[in-house]
């Protein structure tokens, strides 16, 4: 898991290693402070009843001296500090830059079999929640994580040279403390781990409201929705309530050992002072070193205690954040440790030679571990340039069959040729840039008209694109807009009807110059005049490209070259549009139904109790 995410400091390894050392000599400095402190104080004193006597001047004590350098060290402290913290943000930012950056990255190189894998709320969900969390933990490692434990030893040591067997009161209350903290984190890290899943329902809960809104408002729905966010949120808040719980005794217990450890030492220190001074032979120092304890020796032996159980304070935090990040970091490496499942061969082809397409005994489920096939026994021959439809219900599997093309999931069995070659043998970006393919879900991106055109081809000129909107009619709609090409879309294209999202989607595709069009339904939403019209473009303008033509209306694929039954995963028959009338039942009904009495029923879901949209 280090190993992983270490590959995201990159450019900001320089930062990384800066800061821990430039912390290193503030801690130095920090400890240096007391011991100065210690000996100018004993020079004050030795010297303080000679000074009255006038027998000496505070310059010959030193004392300048001592304040020059505390002076120093200070300044030195301070520029170090502010030094550490600069380096440690660059670097801790710049950290979970670079990984946001892979994350996304690694997404967009992901097949569709991967993405199912991981549900989109718990992905944004890692890019957000969980970099922060380990962007946190990232600062407070190259930081606070090296600045407590080197705080705690220089303070112990130091300790041990000013106050000698009275620093052990120090050391005694590490071992207990360490204990406290382990069992700290031993009982917070299951519940962490339970939290971050109840955030991916969350934001799916955030997602699905957001997105599907007008639904929700057309059904009256809101409240249904509020309690189901409701329930979600409050299953957040109970783990990390138990959590926060576990980790509030965190605090009282440092602040016990705190007080303890100043009291004890104030009243140690005060006893030994006393008695020492009635008794020579008491000595603390250790191997025999002399110690005299006086009233500066206890106050910066405090402040070394002081230092070493802050230093534990703030190490006790660095755990609780670590315990919280531990599990965020492991999401995230789930993810930049996912391997694609589709990937270009070795030595791949890059030019597709025609449009032609073979199904060769093809059988094909999205899970290794599915009972049963989505499609089987797929034996289909299409040439280049020919026009295929294709019909059948809700579940038919035609959607799953037009993914296999253009290699978005591979076949389980058999195998797809494109252009007279298997699609397995292309590189993946040039065989789908043959492949165009407009889902049945069209999706436009907030920016202009242009913008969301030039995804098809981004060096497509302003003539291009004009040519494109007329073959898929919706030159028309865009020029009657106030800013024409240039009209903003909300994000979602939600200022736009689905009929004009769908013609836009098909330009959009059309600009891409494909030897394979696939449209998936993409015509549900216009009607059966304009239908025609952009069928009557593809015959005129792009006769050479091969076009497949999901649809629910047989008026959609009647004059297709050839038509294709689906029937649950299996070719039920094929032929044109008189043949198919005349010798398959299903066609025969369907075209029956939608045109009974004279009255067009506009597609083939209205059989399935009202809906549009292949629900594969």
């Known amino acids: 898991m280090i190993k992983t995410l270490a590959k995201s400091i990159r450019e900001y390894k320089l930062t990384s290693i800066l800061s821990p050392l430039i912390v290193t000599g503030e801690v130095v400095l920090e400890c240096l402070i007391p011991f100065v402190i210690n000996e100018l104080g004993n020079a004050i004193s030795a010297g303080v009843g000679m000074w009255e006597s006038g027998a000496t001047s505070w310059s ?3 004392i300048g001296q001592y304040a020059l350098i505390l002076i120093g060290m200070a300044l030195a402290s301070l520029a170090c500090g502010a030094l550490a913290g600069l380096f440690c943000a660059k670097a801790s930012c710049g950290f979970a830059k670079n990984l946001r950056k892979d994350l996304y990255y690694k997404v967009q190189d992901f097949s569709f079999e991967n993405i199912d894998k991981f549900s989109t709320p718990s992905l944004v969900t890692r890019m957000t929640t969980d970099v922060n969390n380990v962007q946190f933990a990232y600062m407070t490692i190259i930081r606070t994580a090296i600045r407590s434990p080197l705080m705690m030893a220089f303070s112990v040591v130091m300790a041990f040279v000013i106050g000698g067997n009275l620093a052990w009161i120090f050391l005694a209350v590490i071992p207990p403390l360490a204990l406290i903290l382990f069992f700290i984190m ?3 890290m299951p519940l962490f781990h339970s939290v971050f899943k109840k955030y991916d329902n969350l934001n799916e809960s955030i997602q699905e409201n957001v997105k599907g809104i007008r639904v929700v408002k057309s059904y009256v729905r809101e409240e249904h929705e509020k309690e189901k966010f409701d329930r979600a949120a409050t299953d957040v808040q109970r783990d990390f309530t138990k959590a926060e719980r576990i980790l509030a005794w965190n605090n009282p217990a440092m602040q016990l050992f705190f007080y303890g450890v100043l009291s004890t ?8 002072a006393v008695k020492q001074t009635g008794d020579a032979n008491l000595n603390l120092g250790l191997f025999g070193q002399e110690i005299t304890i006086t009233v500066w020796t206890i106050s910066q032996l405090v402040v070394y205690g002081m230092q070493i159980l802050m230093s534990l304070m703030m190490f006790s935090m660095v755990f609780a954040m670590i315990a919280m990040s531990i599990e965020s970091a492991r999401r995230i490496c789930e993810v930049l440790q996912e391997e ?4 270009s061969p070795e030595n791949p082809i890059h030019e597709v030679e025609d449009g032609s397409i073979d199904f060769c005994a093809v059988n094909f489920k999205y899970s290794a571990t599915a009972e049963k096939n989505v499609l089987e026994d797929i034996d289909l021959h299409i040439k280049s340039g020919e026009t295929i439809g294709i019909i059948g219900g809700t579940g038919s599997s035609k959607t799953s069959l037009v993914n296999l093309i253009s290699r978005l999931y591979d076949v389980t069995e058999g195998c797809v040729k494109v ?7 292309y590189d993946l970006e040039s065989l789908r840039n043959q492949v165009a393919v407009v889902l049945q879900k069209n999706e436009l991106f907030s920016g202009s008209i242009k913008d969301n055109l030039r995804w098809g081809n981004p060096d497509a000129t302003d003539e291009e694109l004009v040519e494109a909107c007329k073959l898929a009619q919706a030159d028309e709609f865009i020029q009657s807009f106030p800013d024409k090409y ?3 879309i909300e994000q979602g294209g939600t200022n736009v009807s689905g009929g004009q999202k769908q013609r836009l989607c098909i330009a959009r595709a059309l600009l891409k110059k494909p030897k394979i069009l696939i449209l998936d339904d993409s015509t549900s939403a216009v009607d059966t005049h304009t239908d025609a019209l952009i069928r009557k473009s593809f015959r005129e303008y792009i006769p050479s490209t091969t076009k497949i033509i999901i649809a629910q209306r047989t008026s959609s694929v009647e004059d297709a070259d050839r038509i294709i039954i689906m029937d649950a995963g299996h070719i039920d028959a094929i032929g044109t549009h008189e043949q198919l009338l005349h010798k398959n039942a299903i066609y025969t009904e369907v075209y029956t139904t939608q045109n009974k009495g004279g009255k067009a029923i506009t597609s083939l879901a209205q059989m399935d109790e009202g ?6």
Do not use: I, Q
Not at 265 to 272: D, E, I, V
Not at 340 to 343: F, G, K, Q, S
């Open 611 to 616: 809906g549009n949209e292949d629900a594969e």
């Open 60 to 62: 010959s004590l030193g």
């Open 486 to 488: 240039d009209t903003h």
């Open 419 to 425: 252009g007279g070659r298997d699609v397995r043998e």
């Open 265 to 272: 030492t104030l009243f140690l220190g005060a006893y030994f």
């Open 340 to 343: 694609p499942t589709l990937h």
């Open 186 to 188: 031993w009982k917070t």
